[in-house]
């Protein structure tokens, strides 16, 4: 496998060699039914520091059920998930989530009601124990941090606004600041760019690969749509019917057979 770390310029003080190189994230023989449904058979990958992963596959594929025995909303019939070398298999959410394991979700989850920069410093707040002081008085703790987020994302003409009244794009993009606020070593994107139009789709994910590459976050996500996938995954894993049949570059996987077939269609030729 090429070494991401060179190729996207990113290096870690002190850092061996890529073979000898913990993985971020290590995924083996992943087995889950639910009743008679197998969702996810036999599924092994892994995701580097820095690296954008892609996982496509159709409807149905198991996709959401990896995500889920990742972040430990769902424990596997059987095989393991190493986080950074630790085994975190049936751990629960917020013990995965304490060893720096980010996600956003398909549903924006910010509070309404609040300012952009009072969602970004509830994180923070709550990150360090220190919610209740919220409900006491509109918070002057952690404004440069969560501003500083806030620029990073794009967002931060927005800072006073309610997110209940924001462009859907920016929405996602204060999320996206909410996730990095935990600072993160992994995160975990199902569907980032849903709902958004195609220039947005783009631009936004390439922001992600620009902060992924810069804070050497690991992420995995899932996307749709194909323009978006093979323009910015680094690598690109697909599912079907539970089984990951291809991996590798996005010219690797558009010049798979199987994935031309089953899966991409006319897109791939
Ligand atoms: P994807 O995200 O790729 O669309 P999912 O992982 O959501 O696929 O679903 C994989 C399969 O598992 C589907 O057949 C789905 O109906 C089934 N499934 C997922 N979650 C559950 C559940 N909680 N209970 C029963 N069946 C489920
Ligand atoms: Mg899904």
């Known amino acids: ?27 083996d023989g992943l087995y889950k ?17 820095g690296e954008l992963l892609a996982m496509i596959g159709p409807n149905g594929a198991g996709k959401s059920t ?57 994180v923070f707040l709550s990150a360090r124990g220190r919610l209740s002081t919220v409900h006491r008085t509109v918070s002057r703790l952690f404004v440069e941090q969560a501003m500083d987020l806030l620029r990073v994302v794009g967002v931060e003409s927005q800072w006073a606004r309610p997110c209940g009244i924001l462009a859907y794009g920016d929405l996602k993009r204060v ?25 947005e789709r783009l631009t936004l994910m390439k922001l992600i690969g620009k902060i992924a590459s810069e804070r050497a976050i690991g992420v995995l996500f899932t996307e749709h ?17 539970g089984v990951l049949i291809a991996q590798g570059s996005p010219a690797e996987v558009r010049d798979n057979h199987e994935v ?9 030729r």
């Open 66 to 122: 990896c995500f889920n025995v990742i972040n430990g909303q769902l424990t596997p019939d059987r095989g393991s998930v190493k986080i950074l070398g630790q085994d975190t298999t049936g751990m629960k959410p917020h013990n995965i989530c304490a060893l720096g394991v980010g996600r956003t979700f398909q549903v924006t989850a910010t509070f309404p009601s609040m300012t952009v920069l009072e969602n970004v410093q509830m």
């Open 175 to 199: 999320e996206l600041a909410m996730a990095l606020a935990n600072r993160p070593r992994l995160l975990l994107m199902d569907e980032p760019t849903a709902g958004m139009g195609i220039k």
């Open 260 to 268: 031309r077939r089953i899966y991409l269609g006319s897109y791939a």
């Open 33 to 49: 039914s639910f009743g008679g449904v197998e969702a996810v058979k036999g599924v092994s990958f892994d995701l580097e520091e």
């Open 1 to 27: 496998m090429r070494d991401l770390r060179k190729s996207r310029g990113i290096r870690k003080p002190g850092a061996k060699g890529p073979d000898e190189m913990t993985k971020l994230l290590q995924v």
């Open 225 to 241: 749509d194909m323009d978006v996938v093979f323009a910015h995954a680094d690598r690109i894993i697909v599912l079907n019917h």
